[in-house]
Nanobody, 125 residues
Framework: QVQLVESGGGLVQAGGSLRLSCAAS????????MGWFRQAPGKEREFVAT????????YYAGSVKGRFTISRDNAKNTVYLQMNSLKPEDAAVYYC??????????????????WGQGTQVTVSS
């Protein structure tokens, strides 16, 4: 079983940047893929980005591609989401997720079996 703890959320002005972190424990971190999802009030949880276990493959939602970067440090058991050029529509609770039975990433929330508690990102216009 994996435990995930996100941090780094907060309030930022449109055009600003934030870096989210997700610390993992309980499983061998470099054996599984990770992802970031987000959920805004009244909306379904949506895919943001995913990264393979080695970090060699990354995929992004179209709405964040070119602005967000997912990365991981396997020595620190941590995955990051660097968010630049933030827009008001990026405001949401951001969740990191672990796909502990597969080394490759996925766009689908159902493919992840470990979730963090979420961290709030608020973007003011």
């Amino acid at each position: 079983q994996v435990q995930l703890v996100e941090s780094g959320g907060g309030l930022v002005q449109a055009g600003g940047s934030l870096r989210l972190s997700c610390a993992a424990s309980g499983r061998t971190f470099n054996s599984y893929a990770m992802g970031w999802f987000r959920q805004a009030p009244g909306k379904e949880r949506e895919f943001v980005a995913t990264i393979s276990r080695s970090g060699g493959s990354t995929y992004y939602a179209g709405s964040v591609k070119g602005r967000f970067t997912i990365s991981r440090d396997n020595a620190k058991n941590t995955v990051y989401l660097q968010m630049n050029s933030l827009k008001p529509e990026d405001a949401a609770v951001y969740y990191c997720a672990a796909r502990t039975y597969n080394s490759g990433g996925s766009y689908y929330a159902r493919d992840y079996d470990g979730w963090g508690q979420g961290t709030q990102v608020t973007v003011s216009s």
